[in-house]
Every structure is written in structure tokens, then in C-alpha cells.
């Protein structure tokens, strides 16, 4: 059988109330919200809706959490797939996949499609990679800009991708009427963290009175998904101990066992 390519959702739940912080990021998202809602009052004098947009940033801050954010608050549905699962696909299929994934949305228009880790498929034509399927990339690459080319004013739907290596994708990508438009999404700060916390401790049990404050204040340089991690393994924690409920101490244990995964994992980078 044949390998899956893409995921489709229907009904994606997920809305920019589970996305905390990232406040600029919400703010130009919104605006491809309102083109999908209602395509038709943005076309009528003759303006064209874009047709993709980068979401750029480091691993982990909620690119993924925030397309899906577009889809779940716009009621349309999600595409999505990952560009390395591109590379890693039989010779020969890259191009006609990309041919099936646009030909589905466009039938369930207006819908998003959501291309994470765009870099594995979107580098810079004629570099070499270590992969040796170079060319099979080339024409991956090739038949996702034609798509986008192709898409008619009355194709409502809008490309998403997510990299966290803006810097290698390849010109062509970024031209007008492509993914034109760039949105960043950066490692919380301080106060985003804490509202990071509030969302991913509203399903824990804890103990009343946690201090937020200086959870946000332990975790300077984590991401969403760490501090989502955080939240998750302190429960563990408290449970491995038979508490009944999640308490400082779990949080800080749990801070320092991410701390040490994520310093292994700089080690093997370095
Ligand atoms: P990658 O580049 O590694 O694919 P990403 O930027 O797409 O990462 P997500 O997959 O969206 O990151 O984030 C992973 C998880 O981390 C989310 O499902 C969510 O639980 C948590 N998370 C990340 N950022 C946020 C945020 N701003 N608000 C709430 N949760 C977040």
C-alpha cells in the first residue's frame, strides 16, 4: 500500500487561545483568518489573497501549534506534512505527491496546507546534499512553486511552512506570490512563558498558590514545547511519589532533567 503523504484534519479544535504569547505572530495570522472565513469580501475590488506565508523560528516555539490555530479558528481544513518526509520518499513520487496534496485542498477549499521543516525540500537548488537525491528534491521543489503559481485568484487556499532556517531556503521560494510573507516566532520571554505555564498547568492537579512567576523566572530559554514538557514530566514526578498533588519541588526537579536533556543534546550538536 501506498505510503501515507500527507494528513488531512478535518475539524481541528485548536484555536489562538491555546497559544500563548507570540501576540505579533496572532496578530498577522489573523488577517489570513478573515481571508478564509470570507474570501470573497477580499476579492471583490480586485485584490488578490496571498498565497503563502513562512513562519520562522526556532525549534519548538508553536509554528506547528499556530497553523493549526489558523485552521481551528477559520473552520477550514488542515494539510499538513512534513518536508523531510519528502526526502525520505521513493524516487520519483515527490513531485506527483505535491500534484495530489494541492488537487485535495483545492477540492475542500478554502482550506490550509501546512509544510513543516520546508528547508529539507526548499534549500537552494544546485547545492549538494549528502542525501544524493538532490535531483528528486530539485523536482519536489519545482512542482510546489508551480502549484503555487497555478493557483487561480478564486483558489482560496493559503499555504503555511515553518523553518527554522530561513537563511537556506532557496530565493525562489520567497518571491511575490509565494510565500511572500515572513512571520517570526521566537523563544518566549519572560511573561510569554508564564502564560505558556498558565495553559499547559490547567490540566495538572497542583497545589494551590504555585508560584508562576518563578517557574517563568527557572526557565529562561526554553521554548513552548519544553516548558510543555516541564509541566508534563513534574507530573510524573509528583505521581512517582504518591503526592496527590503537583508541587514546587516536582517543577524544579523537572526543570532540571530538561535542562540536562537539552544540554546533551547541545553536546552531540557541537
Ligand atoms: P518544530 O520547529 O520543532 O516543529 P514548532 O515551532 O512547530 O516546532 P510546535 O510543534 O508547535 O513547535 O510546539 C510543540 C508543542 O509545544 C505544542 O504542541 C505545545 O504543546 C507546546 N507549545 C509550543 N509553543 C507554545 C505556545 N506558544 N503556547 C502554548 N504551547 C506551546
Redesign the pocket.
Known sequence: SKAKLFDEKTDVKITFK?????EGAKEEVQEIVEFLKNPEKYTTLGGKIPKGAL?V????????????AVAGEAKVPFFSLSGSDFVEMFVGVGASRVRDLFKQAKDKSPAIIFI??IDAVGRARGKNNFSGSNDERENTLNQLLTEMDGFGTNTHVIVLA?T?RADVLDKALMRAGRFDRQIY?DL?DIR?RK??FE??LKPLKKVDGLDIDFLAKQTPGF???D???VCNEAALIAARNNKTAVDKQDFLDAVDRIVGGLEKKNKIVT
Not at 18 to 22: F, H, P, R
Not at 57 to 68: C, I, R, V
Open positions: 491555546d497559544v500563548a504569547g507570540l513562519l523560528g526556532p525549534p519548538g516555539t508553536g509554528k506547528t501549534l499556530l497553523a493549526k513543516d521543516e515553518a527554522n516566532v518566549p510569554e502564560e505558556i495553559v499547559h521554548s513552548g514545547a516548558i510543555a514538557n
